[in-house]
């Protein structure tokens, strides 16, 4: 058997399949065409939707449609899965990150404030806070992969179509315009420097 607490603030749609153990929290929404796997917690305020969530998982306060959640991954609080985003095994999708059309691996960690679009993600890679896959050109989607293994660092640009090989090092700040070979450590930031030019402009400009 499962357990809803305050059921009067729930609501399960028909036909929705929910395993033994598993825990409802107050505000959940779940979907036509759901699956809740044994022993799940589903932590408040969750909207779920034709999505497959794992034996072990927890969700929080996140919005999962059409999307497969692996068993004893960890999404929320504030996520959003969209339509295609498959998410590995004891994985770990934290707040505001948004995956569309994407696999991500089992023991990855996409931790905050994350995009990831059009993208297969391997076996224990880290994507850093701010990170964005660029997937799309104005008028085309495109794919970008990641090996396992691989670090993705804090405000990483990835434009697709690009590939990151296996255990490969993406320094924080980056802009990835060129595949990356496996192993290979990566940086591309503009050097820093002060402008006298600039200061000289912001005065005149603010007296």
Known sequence: MYK???????VIAEGVIIGDGAVIHPGNVLGAGTVVGRGAILYP????????????????ASVVRGAKVGGGAKVGPFANLREGSRIGENCRIGDFVEIKNAEIGAGSKVSHLAYIG????????NVGCGAVFCN?????KHFTAVGDGAFIGSNVNLIAPVTVGENAFIAAGTTVTRDVPAGASVIGRVRQQESEALRKKREERHG
């Open 118 to 125: 059009d993208a297969r993600v391997g076996r224990g890679v």
């Open 4 to 10: 809803v607490l305050s059921p009067e603030t729930v």
């Open 136 to 140: 799309y050109d104005g008028s085309k």
């Open 45 to 60: 305020n969750n909207v779920i939707e034709a999505s497959e969530i794992g034996d072990g998982a927890e969700l929080t």
